[in-house]
């Protein structure tokens, strides 16, 4: 692991400004700087970037943070990646934390493997450049697809000369070890000798997300029936079949810009559209699809257009993978070539501009193309016609969100001309079922394990009746949540940007006078805005619904409970990229509304800035209202025939209510 000094000097030495003006061309704006978004096409900036607070904020899609995040944001590194690029850019050394033996040992091992396939892809890119073997023999192949010169170097395609051992005797000449040769899969021992596993194929080497050379897929060029047409490095430590997307490094930065992933099968795909312009291409390389593989696209998009050969047994192949596409929460549309046509060959005879109008007009949505595919086969049939309406509400029950499932319920009745109401039933049956069987499942495994901690039996039941739409009592409303939210989210606002401040608070203290009437009377006093926050929020017990409002609000109690300040920069810095980001974006924010501000003072308009002590007490009174509301709610829900409403409890929180709203209207 990097060591937390190494960290905290790339925190201290890197300047957000400078990181991010090798990505987006900046221009000053007052004390910020401003730049076109690099995340969506826009004409008018709204990417700002603040060089006092060291944070930046995109205003077209909501995305913030610092250096580390831009870099994962706009790079897709993880964390130490990040770290690492940002190290290397103002050279400082990496220092890493002490480890066991094991944990050395195997990170050496995997950085070996990783080692041995970066020289394993330079040589083969070299040989295929370089030799006259290479060029008469790799290179051609690569030039009759119609591959340009850049596309391959921009993809490093290379090739293992058709020898027994050439490739094995140069690693182990310049020094690799033959054993990480042996479990890269590079070479294949056997007894006492070696043999190259990529013998005479053209390479396509595979990349990881951030440009790691994990394996290899390699073609043979010769007719030879006994051997595999394509060949694939084989599963290691480093290298997961199921788990990786060929050209996804390429890809990346178009798929988070256009907001959609186009999948297609083999590796000529990929590259065949990178050179007619589209670059937003991955493939699943020939295998099955995997929910491991839609995890990598769903971190940059929440769209997929599936690309299908006009090969009508290779399309109902694959159209389980939707499925898993859909359980992952995204939006799924389908894009069938003509017969006989591929990706790849249709993107060669046709233009640019032809390719791209095909994608936009021939896409689908995958209950069209599901009912049109599938309904070939029913031939009239009832019973077929039956079992088609049967597999697409299955599909639509994979859909975790349930408006998206309704719609989609509704297009199917349309197209199929079938009822709502029986799609629903349906509809319903099904994710009741999927629920029950997972229940079951858990309750076997709990009472295999015998854990003391399994949830009770009650607690399935009421699952099950959730998800079937059987929820007794009732909720609280959208709004309700949204204005609690709202209110905790003023908090954390007011505790980042005035949190070590110290003001002056009134107190207000009731008293009875002989006659038992109440009086008031006010005591002032002086306090940070912290403690007085803190205070009132330990008095009412209360806790933040909003769970990332919590955890930040958490840290800044620690925070203050260690230094008795609090550092606004460990925030933006977090290591919880949620917390980084929705600090982030609220001091952003803040920036956004003095920029607005400024040009209102430039105009003679004189603007009134709140008291405050006025926005604290404000703020948390309003948030004790709310809950008070919510509680009467609930006490009033919770009562049916049999249970009565607890009077003497919900008057009581009444009363406390509207002494809040007398409050608010006396705060000054």
Known sequence: MISRSTIDRVFETARVEEVIGEFVQLKKAGSNFKGLSPFVDEKSPSFMVSPVKQIWKDFSTGKGGNAISFLMEHEHYTYPEAIKWLAKKYNIEIEETEQSSEEKAQMNERESMFLVSTYAKDYFHDIMLNSNKGKAIGLSYFKERGFRDDIIKTFELGYCLDEWDAFTKAALAKGYDLKYLASTGLTIVKENRQFDRFKGRVLFPIHSMSGRILGFGGRILTADKKAAKYLNSPESDIYHKSKILYGLFQAKKEIAKQDNCYLVEGYTDVISFHQSGIENVVASSGTALTSDQIRLVNRLTKNITVLFDGDAAGIRASIRGIDLILEQGMNVKVVQFPDGE?????????????????????????????????????????????????????????????????????????????????????????????????????????????????????????????????????????????EISKFEKEIIKILLLHGNKETEFTEEIENEDEEGKVLLTSRKYNNNVSAEIYVHLQDDEMEFTNTIFQEIYTEIIHQLNQSEKLEINALVNHQNKEIASTVTSILMDEDEEKYQLSDWEGQNIEVKMALLSKQVNDVVFNLRRVLIGKKIEELIKEATGEIAIDLETVKGYTSLRIRLFEKLNRVV
């Open 342 to 482: 591929d990706p790849d060959s249709f993107a060669k005879s046709h233009s640019n501009e032809e390719l791209k109008k095909y994608l936009e007009d021939s896409a689908q949505d995958f209950i069209n193309f599901k009912v049109s595919l599938l309904l070939k086969d029913s031939n009239n049939d009832p019973i077929k016609k039956a079992g088609v309406i049967r597999d697409i509400v299955m599909s639509i029950s994979k859909i975790p969100d349930g408006i998206q499932r309704e719609v989609y319920v509704q297009e199917c009745a349309r197209i199929m001309d079938i009822s709502e109401r029986v799609l629903f039933s349906e509809l319903a049956q099904i994710i009741a079922k999927g629920v029950q069987e997972k229940n079951k499942a858990t309750r076997q495994q709990n009472n295999t394990q015998q854990d003391p901690n399994a949830p009770p039996p009650e607690y399935f039941l009421a699952q099950e009746q959730a998800q079937m739409g059987v929820v007794k009592g009732g909720v609280i409303s959208l709004e309700k949540i949204d």
